[in-house]
């Protein structure tokens, strides 16, 4: 029985495998120049549709991996899989200029089990990072010589997090997440001369390789307040880390253009395996939530990251500190699987806002979306298939900067079975 079950999984990832080398592009966000790029939403699809709410949050069915507390409220005798993609459409103006842009990922692969009735792990990769832009400067030259300065920049970081819960008693759990970082991210200066044949061309590129690990402490409490009703409480504290980074260096002159066609002259420099540091920033969180079981859920959290002390190869940025608010409710009309199937739909609206950390001529960039979402659960099966939207918008077009106005749609499945028990024959 365990066998087919497992057959059964390998292959559904297996079906999945087209969509997820498809859904692994990366970000156009030009903001993606500073640091290790632009940091995901964390969260799994429910977690999406509900304005990203997670800290005070648990269930049987799905993995909130961004509270390892959570982990405690998976069965004894059950193990949970999730997958998500996530696609986003935007469009980025600024007071001269319009462009629109896409891109694709996976959010999040996820799966979590029993050790004891009291302890419980969990084994999720997770993008972290993504870096994507490439901005054009043309610059007059002495003499009316004319350049085009490119910054352009691709890669970004990915987590693998093994992560465990303890259920101290019936209404306190506490959960260890821990995390290890692996990517890499280039960026590339290139400065061409369109209107001379006789000008070399340059180009700086340099290739960082990050790795390291990071640990996050979590708890949850829930103090119940009627029949099959409780009211939850949490929080999150997530320490620095220090990211070992090696980085290459390389610099040439060439001759070309920029559609593509290259000839190497000469080699400026070579330096490979340089080693310095990323320091990621202490982060904590706080949230709280009342839940009637299977028929209504609402939570909200606040969340603030360190990010005016990340440093990056060893120097500080310019960065600012990143506050998350966010706000969500799910509402399930029936459980009942004799009910008509709208009814068994899990309705889910959120609201979030950000201050992204980036701070430009005075002014904070900030962010606001709102979200909806739906978990459509399979008769017959503890699976339950969920889609979520987003659309907001953030930035601005004063003082001169960049406005994003966005739309994301995602894409997740979650399977619970009963791999630990027995099967019985009569």
Known sequence: MIKNKLKQFCIFILLLLPALVMAQGQTTTPYSFFG??????????????????NLAVRSNMYINYINPASYTNID?????????????VGTYRTNEATSNVSSSSISHIAFAFPITHWWKSSLALI????????????????????SRNIYSGSGGIDRFNF????????????????????????????VIFPDSAYILNSRLQERNLLTGFQFSLGVQYFIPTGKNSNLGFAATFTPTANLNTKTDFLAITYSGDQDG??????????????NSET?????????ISWEKKNKILVAADFMFDNWASFSYLGQTSNLTDKVKASFGAEFIPTSNNLSSY????????????????????????????????FGLPLRKSNTIVNLGMEIGQNGTIESSLIQERFFKIALGVNIRESWFRKGKYF
Not at 175 to 183: C, E, K, V
Not at 279 to 287: C, E, I, N, Q
């Open 261 to 274: 066609y290259e000839s190497s002259i000469d080699t400026i420099y070579n330096w490979n395996g340089v």
């Open 342 to 373: 709208l009814k068994l739909i899990h309705y889910r609206v959120g609201f979030r806002y950000n201050k992204l950390g980036l701070q430009f001529n005075n002014t904070e960039l900030q962010e606001y979306a709102v979200s909806i979402g």
């Open 163 to 190: 992560g465990n819960a303890f259920r101290v008693n019936k209404n306190l759990s506490l959960g260890l997440n821990s995390t290890y970082y692996f990517g890499r991210i280039e960026n590339r200066t290139t």
């Open 76 to 88: 004894s005798l059950s193990f949970v899989a999730s997958i998500g993609l996530q696609s986003t």
């Open 127 to 146: 993008p972290f990072s993504t870096t994507g832009y490439e901005v054009q400067q043309d610059v007059l030259q002495e003499f009316n010589v004319s």
């Open 279 to 287: 320091t990621l920033p202490y982060a904590y969180g706080v949230g």
């Open 36 to 53: 290790i790029g632009d940091t995901y939403e964390q969260g799994d699809i429910r977690s999406f549709g509900m304005g990203g709410v």
